[in-house]
């Protein structure tokens, strides 16, 4: 059943010791890193930033909001700054994306730097029509840029070619997954024990988990309220992370895979317990995916629910702006984890930021990337963002400091991959999790090797450490 790394050690380090060798030889030097920038003038010159988003929205933030009218704000500042102008041009994802391509292929110009969802964008990562960022802009500074584990994929071979906008509120935060929402509402009605106050002294197990689950589920003579809705590909992955598993790590200069863990393999036997057998008469019958868990929630029919942040707000049908009550939780604790690290899942980051090789100059567009996403002077610290959270989005200050937790510590999942082909499936069939993980030996090796070593290769080129 294991699946040994030291297959792949000795490629590695040859590897790493190459692309570190070589790491940005070819790269250009931002013209104006050199020009005080109040010095630097654009003589109008106009920057054309495509921006993945249907409309209605300034810079990610929905027009309307106080975090639109900052950001328009800061449009104009780089603007008056600068001398130029900004030409933010919104369009559908799948039309942002074409566009990046075609010029990146033609080598005519369309965008000098665009915003797009990740999980396309990290194909063309590695076809090369993205600059590397590392000569451009400062992407060691991960308070503004993001950490090297939330860049994992934008990640390829000696550079980072995607950033996000970390220190603004809001744009990061819907892209990961998956919390664990709280019915407050139902927890007040039945008089049921708060499951937060079980994060808050360190009792929130696997083992209290069960207890809960048995707890919440009622049955009336009408209805039955269930204990947790969920989709069964998010309840493996939570739990296959809650026992300090990663889906990738480098271990003695070897890349390792998670699922090949001894902590793995116990996660994913307890995760198909718990979802099949023990508690399977607690967990809602309808598949929780996306929406659908939001509308048993909001109707009352479960108490917890699995889901993407994505579903959590952004707009206008997220289940924080359409009930009054909602706590936060991260998934239980396994045995080999360490208490107080929340980790979370992601397969896209909405709003990833490239600067196309095809941009009519690449130092214009590394200072206008860097001068637009400086922290807001409302917001400069984490301390300030989590605040905002608290007070704008949650109904208590504990939710909005796990939910910071589970970001610090997401996870790419290699999904697009197929690195979550075995732990979707634990909970998914009767399959044994052992005969899963054994069919699937040869194809995560491919999955390593293709792909896994060369997004750690480029991280320590880049960062100097596996970022983990």
Known sequence: MKLTCKIFAIAFALIFVL????????????????????????????V??????????????????????????????VENAYNCTLN?????????????????????SVYDISTNGSFAYCVNVRAGYFAGLSALIDVTDTDKWGTPNMLHHM????????????????????????????????INKYGHSDPREFVET????????E???????????????????????????????????????????????????????VALERAHSIYLETCRDCFHPSDAWGGVG????????????TLPTSELFGDSSSLLYRTDN????????????????????????????????????????????????????????????????????????????IFANMLENTQYGYFREGGRGVIENACSSDTPVKQLIETNESRYGEIIEEYMVHHYEGIFAVYGSSGN
């Open 155 to 186: 990640i390829w071979k000696n550079d980072v070619y995607g950033v996000v906008p970390y220190a603004w509120p809001e744009l990061l935060y819907t892209t990961f997954g998956y919390p664990i929402a709280v019915n407050e509402t139902l």
């Open 48 to 77: 054309n930033w495509g921006w993945s988003s249907s409309g209605g929205i300034t810079f990610g933030f929905m027009d309307g909001t106080s975090l639109a009218d900052i950001a328009a704000e800061r449009k104009k500042d």
């Open 202 to 209: 360190e009792m929130w197990t696997w083992d209290k988990f």
């Open 211 to 265: 207890e809960v689950l048995h707890e919440y589920t009622v049955k009336e003579s009408d209805r039955t309220v269930y204990g947790m809705a969920t989709h069964a590909p998010y309840f493996s992955v939570m739990m296959f992370l809650s026992n300090g598993t990663a889906m990738s790590d480098v271990v003695d200069g070897s890349v390792c895979c998670g699922v090949f863990t001894e902590r793995g393999y």
């Open 294 to 305: 939001v509308d048993l929630f909001v109707n009352g029919e479960i108490v917890l629910l």
């Open 88 to 108: 933010v041009i919104y369009a559908d994802s799948d039309t942002n994306n074409a566009a990046v391509q075609t010029a990146a292929l033609s080598g005519k």
């Open 19 to 46: 692309s570190s060798c070589g790491t940005n030889e070819t790269e250009t030097v931002p013209e104006y890193g050199e020009i005080p920038a109040e010095a630097v003038n654009l003589n109008g010159a106009v």
């Open 326 to 401: 909602v706590g936060i939780l991260p998934y239980p604790f396994g045995p080999d984890a360490e208490p107080g690290i929340y980790a979370s899942d992601y397969s896209n980051l909405d709003c990833a930021t490239v600067i196309p090789i095809s941009a009519n100059d690449l130092s214009v567009s590394a200072l206008i990337l860097d001068a637009v996403y400086e922290p807001f002077d409302e917001y400069k610290t984490k301390d300030d963002i989590i605040t905002y959270m608290a007070e704008q989005v949650f109904f208590d200050e504990r939710d909005a400091h």
